[in-house]
């Protein structure tokens, strides 16, 4: 039986989106997240977490990672190994945003119930702790450090793991210079890092979240924006052979990015995150809300729990190993045919793909549900929804992607070959079927209801029709836009609107007018982009008035 939880869940929600109850002005910078994959150049550089535009770990750094994540492993106080009675460290540095979202985090990630019973977070960020007063006078942030490790129960030599998020304080030099700037402070503390604690490993980076609502000096935008160019550069400079970083030799640990964190306020990020107002300190724009630090706690939490190099030291390890996932066919999670497209939701129906059933609680969407990771050509799938037998997700808008793979509790699945297309228009229908009634809203009336069979739309209306697949468009490409063509009952539609459907990565929407000489009764309603033509749902239809 095919699970509706695709419509379903999103169908409830579906009606007016929130929207932040003050006018904070500046929404939107205009600015491309760093791993979006049609970056446009940033002052001349092309973006990508890692080089050569790649938002995937090189090979070689990936094999380095997965080899020293096998080093992590309980030690005793002395820093040797115990895998009875010793414990892992987690440890954060940074400033007051790093604390405040990190302090969150810990409380989530220590509820977690499949998190290995060894590891210990303890949160080293401070408030007014930038990167450049930490190694200029570090000498109190370090006491206190050590203050919260004694605490805690553990000793320097037991901190295996750490995350580092930092900015500049008062930034003023224009780009490249404010990231260089912190580049120059962001080397020597790697460096510290590794020579206070001996049995540091792995260090994962993050850069800013949203600044544009920022009313204060502190480190608006474009400087949060443009401290991802710190971390990235630092990043590439380990990976190509600088000495300084060298984690063989002991100099600094090996360098990573955890969660991107930033998007360009209120526009959704591929993966449905946004940035609001209200997920902003009011006293100063820049400082995370409750909400924002819930955001970025869930990001993390998301991260550990699906990344190849800190899953082995994060999850509780099963008493035995689990049963390989089995993909047998992925199919738009619409129509169910064979044919998506990038930015889609789709469906992976198969055995074994999860051990429990799991939904989505929130945006952005997480990467990992119930312990199970889609990796579309190595990245990590936006999810909706795991079961035993079916996943929702959203294709990842790379997709050039030639291959899936499931990863269930760390055991990964045989290579499932894809074939985006690059449209492959779907209807969403009520009762999930490919040629039920379609999922559509009035657009324009109060609450915009439901059309169903009941309460038909007329002629002349305005109609909000939910589907997926109309692609991805890379905007650099300034050829014309292929607007989708609406028919019902044979007839073209006007239409006003093609795009996201906001709160909902995957999903399409498209407002229509129903033609003003429809018949009455359930009319045929398709929409093609170009030669690609969705399934045929249905549209009931009141007569004129």
């Not at 014309?480 to 906001?502: F, H």
Request: glycine fraction near 8%.
């Amino acid at each position: 039986m095919r699970r509706k939880v695709t419509l379903a869940v999103l169908w409830c929600g579906l009606a007016v989106p929130a929207v932040p109850a003050s006018d904070c002005g500046r929404s939107s910078t205009g600015l491309v997240p760093l791993n979006d994959p049609f970056f446009p150049p940033h002052h001349g550089l092309a973006g990508g977490l890692y080089p050569n535009g790649s938002n995937h770990r090189p090979a070689d750094h990936e094999a380095a990672g997965l080899r020293l994540a096998a080093m992590v492993r309980p030690r005793n106080a002395l820093g040797a190994v115990d895998d009875a009675g010793g414990r892992i460290v987690l440890l954060s540095t940074g400033m007051s945003n790093t604390t405040q979202e990190f302090s969150v985090f810990k409380q989530l990630a220590d509820r977690e119930p499949d998190k290995h019973p060894r590891l210990v977070i303890v949160d080293g960020a401070q408030g007014g702790a930038t990167a450049s007063a930490i190694v200029q006078n570090g000498t109190s942030y370090w006491a206190e450090v050590d203050r919260r490790l004694a605490a805690a129960g553990v000793t320097a030599a037991q901190v295996q793991v750490g995350w580092l998020k930092q900015a500049l304080a008062q930034p003023r030099l224009a780009f490249p210079l404010d990231a260089q700037e912190l580049l120059s402070w962001l080397k020597p503390l790697v460096q510290e890092l590794r020579s206070r604690f001996p049995n540091l490993r792995l260090l994962y980076l993050s850069s800013r979240i949203y600044a544009g609502y920022a009313s204060t000096a502190l480190n608006p935008e474009p400087y949060a924006y443009q401290s991802a160019f710190s971390v990235k550069w630092l990043i590439e400079a380990q990976l190509t052979g600088s000495a300084e970083l060298s984690y063989d030799a002991g100099r600094a640990p090996w360098l990573a990015w955890g969660p991107y964190l930033w998007a360009d306020g209120t526009t959704e990020r591929d993966d449905g995150l946004t940035w609001l107002c209200s997920d902003l300190h009011p006293s100063d724009g820049t400082h995370p809300a409750d909400s924002g630090r819930q955001k970025v706690a869930r990001m993390l939490l998301d991260f550990f729990k699906a990344d190849s190099t800190s899953r082995s030291w994060f999850v509780r390890q099963p008493a035995q190993p689990p049963p390989a996932p089995s993909p047998a066919a992925v199919v738009n999670a619409a129509s169910y045919s064979p044919d998506f497209a990038p930015r889609a939701i789709a469906s992976i129906y198969g055995s074994e793909l999860s051990a429990a059933t799991a939904s989505w609680t929130g945006l952005p969407l997480p990467t990992v549900l119930g312990g199970t990771v889609v990796r579309v050509d190595g990245e990590p799938a936006p999810l909706y929804y795991v079961s035993p037998g079916q996943i929702n997700f959203v294709v990842p808008n790379n997709a050039a992607g030639r291959e899936l793979v499931v990863v269930r509790e760390g055991v990964a699945s045989a290579p499932l070959p894809l074939s985006p297309l690059f449209a492959a228009p779907a209807i969403f229908t009520l009762d999930s079927t490919p040629q039920g009634p379609a999922a559509a809203r009035r657009a324009s009336a109060p609450g915009m209801p439901a059309v169903t069979s009941e309460a038909p739309a007329r002629p002349g209306e305005w109609i909000a029709l939910y589907l997926t697949g109309l692609g991805a468009r890379n905007p650099m490409i300034k050829a014309p836009e292929i607007l989708p063509v609406v028919r019902l009952g044979g007839l073209k539609a006007e239409v006003n609107y093609s795009g996201a459907a906001p709160g909902f990565p995957g999903l399409n929407q498209i407002n229509f007018r129903v033609p003003p000489a429809s018949p009455a009764g359930k009319l045929p309603l398709t929409v093609s982009v170009g030669s690609a033509s969705s399934n045929v749902a249905t549209l009931a239809v009141a007569g004129g008035s």
